[in-house]
DNA sequence: AAAAGATACAACCGCTCCCTG
DNA sequence: CCAGGGAGCGGTTGTATCTTT
């Protein structure tokens, strides 16, 4: 019971998390800050794998995630990105800061691998493997698949390269991993190719309302499921928030402030409501940039033709 | 109204890479 | 240089929810 539990098969908690568990979770990580992810487990009596308790934070209670509601912009460059990488979701959802790879890979599985499938019988001829094969690449021949991993491999040491000193270039550099709460810098980013937008003044204060709010938007689950625990969660997320809000001198966001924005952010419908990526064009620029650079213009060119009439 | 089928998505598993001693 | 272990990635699965019959 009381020993410490590291990915042994008994003892060690799997499926679902539990409210309770979220809390823990979130509370020691705002204490300590994500990473290190073996001692999370012994330090806060989860009695789950390290593993599982990173995936928790990183794919579901991580401040500013986006869920849901895949915009047109957005449906584009995934689809535009898994053509140029391939199934590479770690490397495409760092050109998407909101959204987690396993988000977009659930996303294109469930949705646009069909939508793409059906635009390509609408239109008559099916081309044979236009995007490298890199798709489901499950037909393709064995010479084309090691030339498509070379091929991707190069291309994406050269965006990070481009994308690197780009960072640099706007001295944005990520110094943010030995303090955290206290920089400016967004702290919980798990993909390599970094490449965000400044983040703005009070973005503590914000990312940890999201990640209260990331929170909220559980309740009416938790509800349904246990309605004796979800009065207590809901007021230990309050008492949570405030008081790390006032630890740190930040805004307290009321439950009410939290779900109205998480009212806002769910209702993407509206139209003029819609919440813009943050330098969306910016990052897609980048993206064809670095491509064109490596002689794709052809791809890229209906990339950017596509990105503008969006805009 | 209920059962069956389809879909969506959170979470797990196994593998690889990389860091450290 | 090498071995061990942790972190991260992509594929896959299990189950809850939605849709159809």
């Given amino acids: 019971m009381g020993r ?11 499926g679902p998390w539990t409210p309770e568990e979220d809390i823990i979770l979130v509370s020691y990580i705002q204490q300590n800050g994500p990473g290190n992810w073996r001692s999370v487990p012994t330090n806060t009596g989860l009695m789950r794998c390290s593993k599982s308790c990173r995936l928790r934070w990183t ?9 849901g509601n895949f915009t047109d912009q957005e449906d584009n460059m995934i689809i535009h990105l898994q053509a140029l990488l391939g199934n590479r979701w770690a490397a495409i959802a760092s050109y998407l800061p909101q959204r987690t790879d396993n988000d977009i890979k659930n996303y294109w599985n469930t949705h646009l691998k069909k939508k793409l499938h059906t635009n390509n019988s609408d239109q008559g001829n099916h081309h044979h493997h236009h995007h490298h094969g890199a798709s489901t690449s499950s037909s393709s021949s064995e010479a084309t698949t090691i030339a498509k991993g070379q091929w991707e491999r190069k291309l ?25 709460p206290q920089t400016t810098t967004i702290p919980p980013i798990n993909h390599q190719p970094v490449m965000l937008p400044p983040p703005a003044d009070n973005s503590i204060a914000t990312t ?49 402030e939290i779900s109205e924005t998480t009212s806002f952010l769910q209702d993407e419908s509206k139209p003029g409501m819609e919440v813009q990526i943050p ?33």
């Fill in 4 to 14: 410490p539990p590291c990915c042994d098969k008994i003892g060690v908690k799997k």
């Fill in 59 to 67: 794919n579901y209670l991580r401040p500013g995630i986006k869920r």
């Fill in 156 to 180: 994406q040491t050269d965006i990070n390269k481009a994308k690197q000193a780009l960072t640099e270039a706007l001295s944005l550099d990520n110094k943010s991993t030995t303090s955290w």
């Fill in 208 to 256: 940890y309302a999201f990640s209260a709010e990331n929170i909220a938007r559980l309740l009416p689950n938790w509800l349904k499921n246990s309605p004796k625990s979800s009065q207590t969660s809901s007021d230990s997320i309050e008492t949570l928030n405030h008081q790390f809000a006032s630890d740190h001198g930040f805004k307290h966001y009321t439950n009410s």
């Fill in 279 to 311: 330098s969306l064009s910016f990052l897609e620029k980048c993206l064809v940039d670095d491509a064109a650079a490596q002689g794709h213009e052809g791809l890229m060119n209906m990339c950017l033709e596509e990105s503008d009439s969006l805009f």
